[in-house]
């Protein structure tokens, strides 16, 4: 057999689930949008009747639609303990096979583990946008984003199917693609894109880089429209600043291209509220919000160090692994769960260090990767940690790939490591009859499936990919 046909044979016991879909255009942005963990919570009663679930933390706004005599209260932040409450005459939101199985009473309460089995995707395209709203928010979305200059690129804001939004399988579902939620052009190319937490906020950056645009996704329409820009007084055509976002009652906007121009924004009054005020122009390849207070930053060279935003520029800064490494590029991903290294640094010769973030100074350990050649684009490398899984990391931008290694066992200098899984199906599904094989753009893990995964790829083809751990198999 053809290899493409020796891996479709294959991919039946290499994955638990898998799709393949095709982008208007490539892109290299796959950023979440909405609830990051389980199915946002909700609570539905009617004027006269008492709360179903418990008390509301503090802190929380809840956001309040009023709609055919239900009162309805979304929050992201409420207790597991919530539940669904329905009165009967809104029974045809769901299957008609779930609506026979229901006892005929005047109201009735639904686990929220139930709901996303329950609804009929086929009704949300037909109710008001209000209600279409917020069932939508049920569900954990993706915004993707075109990159190609001279043109206009598409921001799209994708539902997932029903499948791949609820955390355990139940069963099969007639819906199996994306749909298209809201969307907008942008004028440039967008290399980057953060969704601002609990708002309806999007920041763009690309080329040129002389600002950062930020968007909003409008409450009475499908649009993404543009709101304002953030100028960041890049001098240099060709760089475009890397960011991150400080979500808080007030948001800000991590920025910059260089160590020099590092600051944070806030987004509201655009009022700078932190900088780094040092004139290393050292480049940046990538920036992470950790929390209220603190950042972490991976220049191109390798040079990584964490800063507390409550003091003067003092980084906590790290042995640099790419000082051995002639003309290596490197990014970085803090994250890493379980026991062990939380921090991976990943080099554009497949060069892969961990370290402890207590002490960055000695790398736990530094591996080569088994990658076919060094990476053809490094602005496309990517190391992301598993949120879901101990010890588990994935990797892309060297080819048509995406490896997932389990780090458990990783140590000292220098040694090869083999992957736990390898996505190969953007190089076996490209059927866009592309002279080379595509090569993966980015990806990104399921924020609430442990072992999926999505993927795109320079062809325009988006996977999303359930893989099997066949080492805990045997």
């Not at 937490?197 to 040129?208: E, H, I, Q, Y």
């Not at 122009?281 to 390798?302: I, K, M, N, P, R």
């Not at 890493?336 to 640094?345: L, T």
């Not at 999926?452 to 080492?471: F, K, Q, R």
Request: charged residues 20%; negative net charge; aromatic residues 8%.
């Amino acid at each position: 057999m053809e290899p493409a046909e020796d891996w479709l044979v294959e991919s039946l016991r290499l994955y638990q689930d898998f799709h393949a879909f095709d982008l208007s255009g490539a892109t290299r942005v796959l950023e979440w949008i909405g609830d990051k963990g389980d199915v946002p919570c909700l609570a539905l009663k009617n004027h006269s009747s008492s709360w179903n679930s418990g008390a509301q933390p503090r802190g929380t706004q809840p956001l309040f639609w009023e709609l055919e005599g239900l009162l309805v209260t979304c929050s992201n932040f409420m207790p597991r303990q919530h539940y669904i409450s329905l009165m009967k005459k809104d029974l045809d939101l769901f299957h008609p096979s779930v609506q026979g199985c229901i006892p005929m009473a005047e109201e009735f309460v639904f686990a929220l583990g139930d709901l996303a089995e329950c609804l009929d995707p086929a009704v949300v395209q037909n109710l008001s946008s209000t209600l279409s709203q917020l069932i939508l928010l049920l569900f954990p979305g993706i915004l993707v984003a075109g990159y190609e200059s001279l043109k206009k690129n598409e921001i799209l804001h994708l539902i997932l199917p029903l499948r791949l939004s609820v955390k355990e399988n139940q069963g099969l579902f007639p819906e199996r693609d994306f749909k298209v939620r809201h969307g907008g052009f942008s004028d440039r190319s967008v290399f980057d894109l953060k969704y601002v937490p609990d708002t309806r906020l999007l920041v763009t950056s690309g080329l040129p880089g002389c600002y950062l645009q930020v968007w909003q996704v409008a409450e009475d329409s499908d649009v993404i429209k543009a709101v304002s820009t953030i100028d960041v007084h890049e001098k240099e055509g060709r760089l475009w600043p890397r960011m991150a976002i400080f979500s808080s009652a007030a948001p800000g906007v991590l920025h910059g291209a260089r160590l020099s121009s590092l600051k944070v924004v806030d987004l509201e009054s655009q009022k700078t509220t932190y900088s780094s005020g040092i004139s290393d122009d050292e480049l940046l390849s990538s920036l992470q919000v950790l929390d209220a207070d603190t950042f972490a930053f991976c220049c191109t060279s390798g040079r990584l160090g964490l800063v507390d935003t409550r003091q003067k520029w003092t980084p906590s800064e790290n042995f640099r692994p790419g000082s051995g490494s002639a003309g290596g590029r490197w990014c970085a991903e803090a994250g890493g769960r379980g026991p062990g290294p939380s921090i991976a640094s990943l080099g554009s010769d497949g060069q892969l260090c961990l370290l402890d973030p207590r002490d960055l100074c000695q790398p736990v350990s530094l591996v080569q990767c088994p990658v076919s050649m060094p990476s053809p684009d490094p602005e496309l490398l990517r190391v992301t940690w598993a949120p879901g899984l101990d010890n588990c990391l994935a990797i892309s931008g060297f080819d048509g790939t995406v490896q997932v290694y389990d780090v458990t066992s990783w140590g000292g200098m220098g040694r090869q490591v083999e992957p736990l899984f390898t996505h190969k199906g953007h190089i076996f599904l490209d059927g866009n009859g592309m002279d080379t094989a595509p090569l993966v753009t980015t990806h990104t893990w399921h924020p609430c499936k442990p072992r999926t995964l999505l993927s795109a790829a320079s062809d325009a083809s988006l996977h999303v990919w359930d893989w099997v751990d066949l080492h805990a198999a045997r």
